[in-house]
């Protein structure tokens, strides 16, 4: 499991001073009205809440002791003494929280709903959200459910990573986004998450044009990666394409030319069919981890 740099590593209660400043703050009577007015239910409303929380101009009624059970933040905010002449929606007080609404959406969701930490496909939205809020408020579990999706995606071992199904199996892949592979690098360096990157890295590296470019998201915006990663990616193609010329695809030049080799000629006229599939009309990274026995029939033929 990837390590993520702490919040709140010592988990100590935070003082009503500290608390003023902190970005999960209760509203006060100047705010919330101004706020309030124009702020839309969201699908997460439950009449029995207790607390109402708003991200820009939308509200999510829950309850106080969902938030107080999953992350100590909330805990320590409910804590505090509040004003007494506090605004309310339906008799609740309401916390003003500088996440954006989507990310909130996601991180109650997946608090209330189980398909959430099920195994099934979730959005990458939600994963990123599960990621963000989960480090920000101290819900580990959160965090943790949503680290393990990308982990298996982007394993670190190679015999991991030759049992991966084609598409991706954790997150939810619309056709149209493109992008989606730069913004999980992307996340991964904002969270701290190094683990997936040199997988990550492996699959950015494939398509250069793009590399470069970005790839445009479902909503017609791009996604792109930093020009940090650009450059890794660039000198690890590089890298790859003469480790398969000096190692994984050395052999090639020396098939049926060995004096123990019992089928010379065969072997000759394979080589000269992979050298072709391999280095025309230009090398493939892609390659690097491919079997030779999927690319060469004859040659699992004859070795069989």
């Known amino acids: 499991m990837p390590t993520v740099e702490p919040i709140n590593p010592l988990k100590r209660r935070r003082t009503e001073d500290e608390l003023e400043d902190d970005p999960l703050r209760m509203s006060t009577d100047s705010d919330s009205n101004a706020q309030s007015v124009d702020a839309t239910r969201s699908e997460v409303w439950f009449d029995d809440g207790s607390v109402v929380l708003q991200a820009a101009n939308v509200q999510f009624k829950v309850h106080r002791s969902v938030l107080c059970r999953h992350s100590s933040v909330f805990r320590d905010v409910f804590s505090m003494p509040h004003p007494r002449d506090e605004p309310t ?64 995606e982007f394993p670190t071992t190679l015999s991991e990573w030759e049992n991966l199904a084609p598409n991706y199996t954790q997150i939810i892949h619309e056709e149209e986004n493109d992008g989606l592979l730069y913004d999980i690098v992307n996340l991964a360096h904002q969270n701290d998450i190094k683990s997936i990157l040199p997988a990550a890295y492996y699959l950015c590296l494939q398509e250069i044009e793009a590399l470069l470019n970005g790839a445009k998201r479902t909503d017609g915006s791009t996604s792109r990666v930093s020009f940090d990663v650009q450059r890794a990616c660039i000198f690890g193609r590089e890298k790859l394409l003469r480790a398969q010329a000096e190692d994984t695809f050395a052999w090639v030049d020396d098939a049926g030319r060995i004096g123990t080799c019992l089928h010379p000629t065969t072997c000759r006229q394979e080589a000269a069919v992979l050298t072709k599939a391999i280095w025309k009309p230009l090398p493939e990274p892609g390659r690097t981890f491919e079997k030779w026995t999927d690319f060469s029939p004859s040659c699992r033929e004859v070795v069989s």
């Open 89 to 152: 929606v339906d008799s609740c007080p309401v916390i003003h929280l500088q996440d954006s609404a989507e990310d909130l959406k996601h991180m109650l969701l997946a608090l209330y709903d189980k398909s959430y930490n099920t195994r099934d496909p979730i959005p990458f939205s939600a994963i990123a959200a599960m990621i963000r809020l989960g480090r920000k408020y101290d819900i580990d579990h959160l965090r943790d459910e949503a680290l393990l999706r990308l982990t298996v």
